[in-house]
């Protein structure tokens, strides 16, 4: 049924359900006048939907879908599930989540259920079949959306209840027997051994830190039930509702559940960009000038690095596995277009933000961008965040931004990245779980991430077990728990390319626990190294590394046929070695962005990446054949001999 679209698809998140009847024909008539051609309804509407258990009252969104199409424009149909309405939670409060701190979360926002409550999962599977029975054959759907933002306001783990309960018996079908689990976990350590299953709880409210062995099973478990969840909901549409595509609206730097896994079943992924929101709230290892000079359009590698990851969620396995890459590309399924109302500091977005956002998500890969949201919310818990309209109705600056775009100017196509930066969320979980003080994850692949595009090279982030045949550098920031098999497949992978890992690479076993022998396991051959010494720097404490500054974690290697590309300066690491290259690997042990850059920067040139060495808050991108340059700065810059307006974008 579906077609594929030429060019880049716009579209907008409307919920008739907040505003009167009598304003659905004008607002549609409004977006199809503005250049959208898609509408994203009923993602928060199952109180609307189903007021009692079992009483339907299909008549609004009837019409409402009906006025949409009546325009010429498409629909895409979220499933509620997000929003367990008030009958449910009050006559089955065991499905509500419990926090951390062992606190039930109650009812009066979104995202209080627990994916493990089959109570919750059976009315969940009730409202989707019975939503995609009704709507799946509708000649103006054209995809679904599953749920709302996954984890969203820490909701990926609950710590009591059903998920409680189903813990032991996940963990007894992966380890068979209480004695495996002791041994994977070094339970003999605290004396924290197990004699029976049911003595196993979640990892929260110890007197300290718990076993990190214990808290990355319990995040595994807890990534399992969100995909289990998942393909429930895919099933379910697929069945009634076949022809469509399926996506989710996944979000900023989440780290609650591995997303590879989730999005095994999607068409394609999607992601929320609020890109000034992601500047406050997310950016914690960014210093507050950064923050200041961009808070107006959001760091441009910081988006970009969310396209890229999503963009790349489904690129293809080595070993066939889930995940074949999608004929088409991510969307965009919320972007900014003014304030947000939930950072800390909320500002205006800078003049030209809203395109720059827009062309910015095409280049890296997008085939839609859905902006959030039609009329700003008069009520509730966003009434202070912005629409394309305001409260008034009067057109927002996001609204005049979008009338400026051509979309004939964003041709769909490839993407030609020839550089992978590889992400692994098990190695996200264990290396923020015990950190040492060192760089959270993000922050880590966020580095090497920034010194690839810093010199205007494309980068597609994909998982360590994807083929990578098409690729001349890849680059592993932060796989500090690599199993003996993906080792095996990436020392493979190497013999073909040039490979860079970073700091904390391949310390851990796939239980979490440290290798035997040392980092690097089995495989210091392939490293070229074994490790010595390991220290994180407070504030104010610095080491040398090849002569560049080390601020925050700094390890050293004793070389074992490896080359010495860079040695630390005065301190207990004096005369170890800062990076090594064994080969075509080479591995850095300090946190260091001068470093990083130098070393990135060489090796592109040696595998025949073209390079552009580009001035702060300028960025190349490329697809389909084009070039988009982009300037983020608050003034104009030159570069190339051309003056790049402030906060502008330029098709090359």
Not at 298 to 317: E, Q, T, V, W
Request: overall charge negative; aromatic content about 12%.
């Amino acid at each position: 049924m579906n077609t594929f679209p030429l060019t880049l698809q716009l579209a907008v998140c409307d919920y008739p359900e907040h505003v009167p009847p009598d304003r659905w024909t004008t607002y549609a008539r409004q977006q199809k006048a503005l250049g959208l051609t898609c509408v994203r309804v009923a993602e928060f509407a199952w109180s609307r939907l189903e007021p009692r258990e079992g009483e339907f009252d299909w008549s609004w969104l009837d019409r409402a879908i009906e006025t949409i199409a009546a325009e010429g424009l498409k629909v895409v149909l979220c499933t509620p599930t997000a929003t367990p309405p008030a009958w449910l939670v009050r006559a089955h409060p065991e499905i509500l989540p419990v926090d951390r701190d062992g606190r039930v979360r109650e009812f009066g926002s979104r995202r209080h259920y627990d994916f493990a409550s089959e109570v919750y999962r059976s009315h969940s599977r009730r409202i989707t079949r019975e939503m995609a029975r009704r709507y799946g054959q509708h000649e103006a759907l054209v995809g679904w959306q599953t749920d709302n933002e996954f984890g969203c306001h820490d909701t990926a783990r609950s710590y009591g209840g059903a998920s409680a309960a189903a813990f032991p018996g996940w963990l007894q079908r992966r380890y068979k027997t209480l004695d495996a689990l002791n041994q994977a976990w070094g339970n003999v350590f605290w004396s924290m051994e197990y004699t029976d299953w049911m003595q196993i709880l979640p990892p929260n409210q110890t007197v300290t830190e718990p076993n990190p062995a214990h808290v990355l099973d319990y995040h595994r478990f807890a990534s399992d039930l969100i995909a289990e969840f998942q393909e429930e909901q895919t099933a379910i549409v697929r069945e009634f509702s076949p022809e469509r595509w399926i996506t989710h609206n996944f979000m900023i730097f989440e780290a609650g559940f591995d997303h590879y896994r989730v999005s095994e079943t999607l068409d394609f992924p999607s992601w929320d960009n609020y890109p000034t929101g992601m500047l406050e709230f997310f950016g914690s290892w960014l210093g507050e000038d950064l923050k200041t000079r961009f808070a107006r359009t959001g760091l441009p590698d910081a988006i970009s690095f969310n396209h890229d990851l999503y963009r790349g969620l489904k690129a293809p396995r080595a070993d066939g596995a889930p995940g074949a890459a999608p004929a088409r590309g991510f969307w965009v399924m919320e972007q900014q277009c003014g304030q947000v109302n939930w950072a800390p500091y909320n500002p205006l977005p800078a003049d030209g933000a809203v395109q720059l956002w827009t062309a910015q998500a095409w280049a890296h890969g997008a085939d839609g961008v859905s902006y959030f949201r039609w009329r700003a919310a008069t009520m509730a818990q966003e009434a202070l965040h912005s629409g394309l309209l305001r409260h008034d109705e009067t057109p927002d600056r996001g609204f005049v931004e979008i009338e400026g775009l051509n979309r004939e100017d964003f041709l769909l196509g490839e993407v030609p990245a020839r550089v992978a930066l590889l992400h692994d969320y098990e190695s996200l979980w264990i290396l923020d779980q015990q950190g040492q003080g060192g760089p959270r994850y993000w922050a880590q692949a966020y580095l090497y991430y920034c010194a690839l595009r810093e010199l205007g090279l494309d980068v597609d982030i994909v998982h360590p077990d994807a083929a990578l045949e098409k690729y001349r550098l890849v680059v592993a920031p932060a796989l500090t728990l690599i199993s003996d098999a993906r080792l095996a497949k990436l020392q493979r992978d190497a013999q073909g390319r040039l490979f860079v890992f970073g700091p904390r690479s391949a310390f851990r076993t796939a239980s979490g626990r440290a290798h035997e022998n040392g980092q690097f396991g089995d495989y210091k051959a392939f490293f070229g190294a074994r490790l010595l010494n390991f220290e994180s720097l407070r504030p104010g404490l610095s080491v040398q590394a090849g002569g560049h500054d080390t601020h925050t974690w700094a390890e050293g290697y004793e070389p074992a046929g490896a080359d010495t590309l860079a040695v630390y300066g005065p301190g207990p690491l004096a005369g170890q070695a800062a990076a090594v290259r064994q080969g075509n690997v080479v591995t850095i042990g300090a946190h260091s962005p001068g470093l990083v850059q130098e070393v990135v920067q060489r090796l592109a040139t040696e595998a025949g990446l073209e390079t552009a060495p580009l001035p702060a808050g300028v960025r190349l991108s490329r697809r389909s054949g084009r070039t988009l340059v982009t300037n983020w700065n608050p003034e104009t810059v030159t570069w190339n001999g051309r003056d790049l307006p402030a906060v502008s974008w330029q098709l090359l």
